[in-house]
């Protein structure tokens, strides 16, 4: 894991600052980490509630049998966004709520034809979920606490 100390080796414009940055370095990337994932649990919510309602939706991109995916996608946002939120198993969280988001990408890009405008809140989703498949949780995480990472 990359510490604070190693990534501000560099000299900064406004010197000052690189205590801020070095104190905040891993604060930040776990309110990041939180809020990313209580998002996917509010967005999931209705899914988890009702984990066979998107049948149709699934099968119209291709997912069959719906009644697999459907409930499948109910889990990958609801409770993986919670898994991301606390930072357990992150990374596999994080990679399986980007793939869904890339799925999302995909749909209003091509199927519903909205182009950039209506994939842009799904890919910057999926970059968010990049990042932590790559990072895993930070040393805020249930992760860390347990000594292993996936």
Request: proline share 5%; charged share 15%; no cysteine.
């Amino acid at each position: 894991m990359v510490s604070a100390d190693t990534e501000f080796k560099r000299p900064l414009i406004v010197r000052p600052m690189q205590k801020y940055y070095s104190f905040l370095y891993h604060p930040v990337e776990t309110i990041l980490r939180v809020i990313a994932g209580l998002a996917l649990v509010t967005h999931g919510w209705h899914k988890i509630i009702d984990p066979f309602g998107d049948i149709g939706l699934v099968e119209r991109l291709g997912f069959y049998p719906g009644v697999l995916w459907s409930p499948a996608l109910a889990v990958t946002e609801f409770f993986g966004g919670m898994l991301i939120a606390i930072g357990l198993l992150t990374r596999p969280a994080a990679f399986a709520a980007m793939f869904v988001l890339l799925v999302t990408a995909f749909f209003h890009w091509i199927v519903r034809a909205e182009g950039y405008m209506g994939a842009e809140k799904s890919i910057l989703w999926a970059a968010i979920m990049l990042f932590f498949t790559i990072r895993g949780g930070n040393r805020h995480s249930i992760d860390a606490r347990l000594g292993r990472e996936f």
